[in-house]
């Protein structure tokens, strides 16, 4: 096993990865850009590295930096997480002659998957269903248009190097065309390098499922069956569950096997999810594409089969066998994800940025909170995705989870920005929500040009105003400095008077790193030297009042560092 | 000694007066802009950072606040709400002096492609230009019918949220709206 790796990411799935790895006795190696400098999963982790530039293509896309870290802090493996450079088979290929292995699928499959068009011959060539459309690389646009008038509109254009979104447009008919595919290649372009297009049938009632696959480097290779992933905005998915109510024994064994078929087709390795549109009027299903990639939704599938996705995908890339066989896959209960987003469902879901002042998430038994910033707060950057959380809750029904839910967003705040967390309360109360009557246009046959419905303020609020302008200064808050003066007026013989300084203190230590370069030239990086976060804590001990009980605790640190080899 | 708050909820205006009573007790006059009153006596309780409860009529609140600048964001009883603070000298000169004829950027990002130039006319809702936001590629269209009379931007440019892109000159059909 590893004894140490770097995560190529940041915000929740780097936190994430950085929770499973350490459970695994793995130490971990963060980077991050210079906005991220105090993001969650740099604290999380047991080195850091800075990256300097906040733009993608300076700092998490950075394959040069990233690969010189990983050298230069002894990382044995690299995770990259999802999105940034997960897909990328280049950098796969890079990180392995560099010496280093790659938690993820091998470079040849990502390749293979990458490229749409490549994928849907290989699964045509399998015999597995596709969707009708042209995939023939044509850049020619007169052809493109009389191709698109064969297939029948609605039609989709999409980025062949695509994902997210992204390089993708819906053409309604033969006068949107031109537009629409000047747009997709703008768009694919700046995302992703390459402008390269294709078409597809566009379905305009269908369901998004995807299977959940791991495979490892004995040719095993397992479904942990499926996720349903309808409910979207701007082609973005915002609600996951699973199971499907689509979906019925029969028809899950079945899509299960094309799953396996379908990643066998390319000699899959490690986690990754196939993904089909469903029309549900005759069961019919298609092969979409293989995202080869650890999914953001990929928590709910560890809620009801209780297998650790991160975990086997560090097994499995540091050559384990898989263990589990595909009988053993039993799904326990029905379990929701919500995504917290920095956006304005008023104004099309837009996102937005500036600020978050507090978050405050529900606990509770079954719930699971994924944090991209910290509970005290951080800002919401226009460099980066602007997924704020994830909020995943399990139960033994769907109408359980629901229920969960429900409690869980109500008692959820991310306060400073708006956020999409009003909207999604509303879709819990949804009728076709509720029922499970789940279509990728359920945003916009329910929700077009949605407003908040509040119509009066109740007085409560007005109250709660109120009471807030005269108790916050007895409130303590590690936000702008504007501290807590509540230390000032309590007892003087109280003995929390001696540790005023402590949130300072450690602040200052964390900011005080030494700085260097590493390399030459345009491929140069500023260093910082990293710090053990033990020696943060050890010094910060050393600069306390020497009378603090505080002083106490250096045998704490002692038993980390023992836990450690474990 | 009691204290004085205001606020805006967006559509009206409220004064909230606050008279503190013994122990944690508060005695409070909530007065909307019809200059209806309700008299509440309170108990309150800082849990953290943000966060405090109070008890009315044996009901217990739980509620999150945040603030930036006099904007207050507040969670409480399963809903959030955006309100604002309002001092008396904003009271005094309250009129809103909003730019009607220019269009503003709705979100920070960069400028892909402007669509019209300078001395076009443009219907509402034609597309004007293209913002790149989160990688994203977010079309922004005309607010109302009128004619360009400057576009404050050229293609390739960064923006921030709010700031002015260009100046609309409303025609005359739209100008009721």
Same mark, same amino acid.
């Given at each position: 096993m590893f004894n140490r790796i770097l995560i190529a990411n940041r915000g929740e799935i780097a936190s994430r990865i950085i929770a499973g790895a350490q459970e695994m006795g793995i130490e971990t190696v963060a980077i991050y850009s210079e906005v991220d400098e105090e993001s969650v999963h740099v604290h999380a982790a047991d080195y850091s590295y800075p990256?300097?530039?906040?733009?993608?293509?300076?700092?998490?896309?950075?394959?040069?930096?990233?690969?010189?870290?990983?050298?230069?802090?002894?990382?044995?493996?690299?995770?990259?997480?999802?999105?940034?450079?997960?897909?990328?088979?280049?950098?796969?290929?890079?990180?392995?002659?560099?010496?280093?292995?790659?938690?993820?699928?091998?470079?040849?499959?990502?390749?293979?998957?990458?490229?749409?068009?490549?994928?849907?011959?290989?699964?045509?060539?399998?015999?597995?269903?596709?969707?009708?459309?042209?995939?023939?690389?044509?850049?020619?646009?007169?052809?493109?248009?009389q191709k698109a008038k064969e297939i029948g509109y609605p039609l989709l254009i999409k980025a062949t190097a695509g994902g997210g979104g992204r390089g993708m447009r819906i053409v309604n008919s033969e006068h949107e065309f031109s537009a629409a595919y000047e747009s997709a290649r703008r768009e694919a372009k700046n995302a992703f390098g390459k402008g390269d297009v294709f078409l597809e049938k566009y379905f305009t009632h269908i369901r998004h499922i995807e299977f959940q696959i791991l495979g490892d480097h004995f040719g095993n290779i397992i479904h942990l069956n499926e996720r349903e992933c309808s409910i979207q905005r701007r082609h973005q998915k915002i609600i996951e569950e699973t199971?499907?109510?689509?979906?019925?024994?029969?028809?899950?064994?079945?899509?299960?096997?094309?799953?396996?078929?379908?990643?066998?087709?390319?000699?899959?390795?490690?986690?990754?999810?196939?993904?089909?549109?469903?029309?549900?009027?005759?069961?019919?299903?298609y092969f979409l594409e293989i995202n080869a990639r650890l999914q953001v939704e990929h928590a709910i599938t560890e809620a009801v089969t209780g297998i650790d996705l991160v975990r086997w995908q560090i097994k499995i890339a540091a050559g384990q066998e898989l263990q589990v066989q595909q009988e053993d896959i039993v799904s326990r209960g029905h379990s929701l994800e919500f995504r917290i987003y920095a956006e304005n469902p008023e104004k099309q879901f837009l996102p937005t940025s500036g600020k978050i002042r507090t978050v405050q998430v529900p606990v509770g038994v079954n719930i699971r909170n994924d944090l991209g910033i910290s509970t005290t707060g951080g800002e919401i950057s226009t460099f980066y995705d602007p997924m704020i959380a994830k909020l995943i809750v399990h139960a033994e029904t769907r109408d359980d989870a629901i229920q969960k839910m429900k409690w869980a967003l109500r008692n959820y705040a991310a306060l400073g920005i708006p956020t999409n967390i009003t909207f999604l309360r509303e879709v819990l109360n949804h009728p076709d929500f509720?029922?499970?009557?789940?279509?990728?246009?359920?945003?916009?046959?329910?929700?077009?040009?949605?407003?908040?419905?509040?119509?009066e303020t109740p007085f409560q609020v007005l109250l709660a105003a109120a009471l807030f302008e005269v108790m916050e200064p007895f409130m303590s808050s590690n936000t702008n400095g504007e501290t807590a003066s509540i230390l000032n007026t309590i007892d003087p013989h109280s003995p929390w008077q001696k540790i005023g300084t402590w949130g300072r203190e450690s602040l200052d230590v964390l900011s005080d790193r030494v700085s260097g370069t590493i390399g030459k030239g345009k491929a140069a990086i500023k260093k910082i030297i990293p710090v053990r976060s033990d020696d943060i804590k050890s010094s910060f001990i050393r600069d306390l009042d020497p009378h603090s009980p505080w002083k106490k605790i250096g045998a704490w640190e002692h038993n980390k560092k023992s836990s450690r080899k474990y | 000694m009691s204290e004085i708050f205001n606020f805006d909820d967006g559509s009206n205006r409220f004064e909230v007066r606050l008279r503190r009573d013994e122990q944690n007790g508060y005695f409070v006059i909530i007065k909307d802009h019809e200059d209806n009153e309700r008299e509440i006596t309170v108990t309150a309780k800082v849990l953290g950072s943000g966060q405090f409860q109070f008890t009315l009529d044996n009901v217990i609140y739980k509620c999150s606040v945040a603030k930036d600048g006099d904007l207050r964001f507040?969670?409480? $009883?399963?809903?959030?709400?955006?309100?604002?603070?309002?001092?008396?000298?904003?009271? *005094?000169?309250? #009129? +809103?002096?909003e730019d009607e004829g220019s269009l503003s950027s709705p979100m920070p990002g960069r400028i892909v492609k402007i669509l019209v130039k300078e001395g076009d006319e443009v219907k509402k809702g034609e597309d004007l230009?293209?913002?790149?936001?989160?990688?994203?590629?977010?079309?922004?269209?005309?607010?109302?019918?009128?004619?360009?009379?400057?576009?404050?931007?050229?293609?390739? $440019?960064?923006?921030?949220?709010?700031?002015?892109?260009?100046?609309?000159?409303?025609? *005359?059909?739209? #100008? +009721?709206?």
């Open positions: 990256l300097g530039n906040p733009i993608p293509s300076e700092s998490y896309l950075n394959m040069d930096k990233i690969i010189a870290i990983a050298l230069e802090s002894k990382s044995e493996a690299i995770h990259p997480g999802y999105g940034f450079l997960s897909e990328n088979a280049e950098f796969a290929k890079r990180v392995q002659e560099a010496g280093l292995i790659w938690i993820g699928p091998n470079p040849k499959a990502i390749h293979a998957v990458g490229d749409k068009i490549q994928a849907k011959k290989s699964m045509k060539a399998a015999k597995i269903p596709v969707i009708p459309g042209y995939h023939g690389g044509s850049k020619n646009k007169k052809f493109l248009k199971p499907s109510t689509a979906l019925d024994d029969d028809l899950r064994n079945k899509m299960g096997e094309v799953a396996i078929a379908a990643a066998k087709a390319v000699n899959y390795t490690n986690a990754g999810s196939v993904e089909f549109v469903l029309d549900d009027t005759n069961n019919k299903f509720v029922s499970g009557n789940t279509h990728t246009d359920f945003v916009t046959e329910h929700y077009h040009k949605w407003k908040n419905g509040k119509t | 507040i969670h409480l $009883d399963g809903a959030d709400y955006e309100i604002r603070r309002v001092t008396e000298l904003e009271e *005094e000169d309250f #009129e +809103e002096t230009l293209v913002v790149e936001a989160m990688k994203m590629e977010n079309k922004i269209v005309s607010p109302f019918e009128g004619s360009i009379t400057e576009i404050f931007y050229s293609e390739g $440019d960064q923006i921030e949220a709010n700031v002015p892109l260009m100046e609309i000159q409303p025609s *005359e059909i739209s #100008e +009721e709206s």
